[in-house]
C-alpha cells in the first residue's frame, strides 16, 4: 500500500519559474524524503526532513513539513530544463527497519 | 564511490517462464532492498535483507518470486513462473541502516525493465 500521495499528479512550467509539489500521508513518520527520477539517472535520494523539523534547505531545494496536517512540500527555484522527472515523496515511519514507502509521484515537465 | 549495480538491464520473457536479476550494492552498505515499480506508479518495497537476514518481506508474493542474499553482499531476485502482471520495473537500493554511518537516504540501481508477453 502507498502511504504518501503527491499532488499534482502532472505539472507543466516554463524555465526559469518556480515548481510546487505537495505530499499527504496517512500515520506518523520518522521522517520523509523526496526523490527524483528521471531516465538519465534513474531514482536519486534529493533531501530528508524529520519529524521534528519544519523547513529544509538544499541548493535550488526546499522542503517544508507539516505534521499536524500530515503534509510536506517540495519547492524548486528558478527551475531548468534538467529539473524535468518525476518526485516522489517517501516516509519513513521509524522502528528500526528503515523502511520507505513511496507515493505515486509528480511528473514535472520545464520547458525551455 | 561506485553506485549500485544491477542486471539484466531489459529482460523480455513470455509468462510461466522464470527469471533472475542481480544487485550487487554499494560497498559497505549493510542494508538491501528490491521494489517493484509498475508504470506510472512510485517504487513498491518487495524485500528488505540487513546483511544476509531478511528483515521485512512482506509484500513479497512468495508463491512466485524469492530472493537471497549470500555473504550479506550481492542478491538475486527471482520469479518463477511470471504472470503478466509481473510486467515492471525491478529496482535494487541500498544504504548503510543498521550502521553508524546512515543518514536516512537509499541509493538506487539503473533497475531491470521486465516485459512478460
Known amino acids: 500500500s502507498q502511504q504518501g500521495e503527491e499532488d499534482p499528479q502532472a505539472l507543466s512550467i516554463q524555465e526559469g519559474e518556480n515548481a510546487t509539489m505537495n505530499c499527504s500521508y496517512k500515520t506518523s513518520i520518522n521522517n520523509l524524503q523526496w526523490y527524483r527520477q528521471n531516465s538519465g539517472r534513474g531514482l536519486v535520494h534529493l533531501i530528508l526532513i524529520r519529524s521534528n523539523e519544519r523547513e529544509k534547505h538544499s541548493g535550488r531545494l526546499r522542503v517544508t513539513l507539516d505534521t499536524s496536517k500530515k503534509s510536506s512540500s517540495l519547492l524548486i527555484t528558478a527551475s531548468r530544463a534538467a529539473d524535468t522527472a518525476s518526485y516522489f515523496c517517501?516516509?519513513?515511519?521509524?522502528?528500526?527497519?528503515?523502511?520507505?514507502?513511496f507515493g505515486k509521484g509528480t511528473l514535472l515537465t520545464v520547458n525551455p | 564511490e561506485a553506485g549500485v549495480a544491477q542486471s539484466p538491464r531489459y529482460k523480455i520473457i513470455e509468462k510461466r517462464q522464470s527469471v533472475a536479476f542481480w544487485c550487487n550494492p554499494i560497498s559497505g552498505h549493510a542494508t538491501l532492498y528490491w521494489y517493484q515499480q509498475i508504470l506510472g506508479q512510485g517504487p513498491k518495497l518487495l524485500i528488505q535483507f540487513q546483511n544476509n537476514g531478511v528483515v521485512d518481506d512482506s509484500q513479497l508474493p512468495k508463491d512466485r518470486f524469492s530472493a537471497e542474499r549470500l555473504k550479506g553482499v550481492d542478491s538475486t531476485l527471482k520469479i518463477q513462473p511470471a504472470k503478466l502482471e509481473d510486467s515492471a520495473v525491478y529496482l535494487c537500493a541500498s544504504s548503510s541502516a543498521g550502521t553508524g554511518a546512515f543518514l536516512g537516504g537509499q541509493y538506487f540501481g539503473p533497475g531491470t525493465r521486465l516485459t512478460v508477453t
Open positions: 517517501a516516509t519513513d515511519s521509524g522502528g528500526s527497519n528503515y523502511k520507505l514507502t
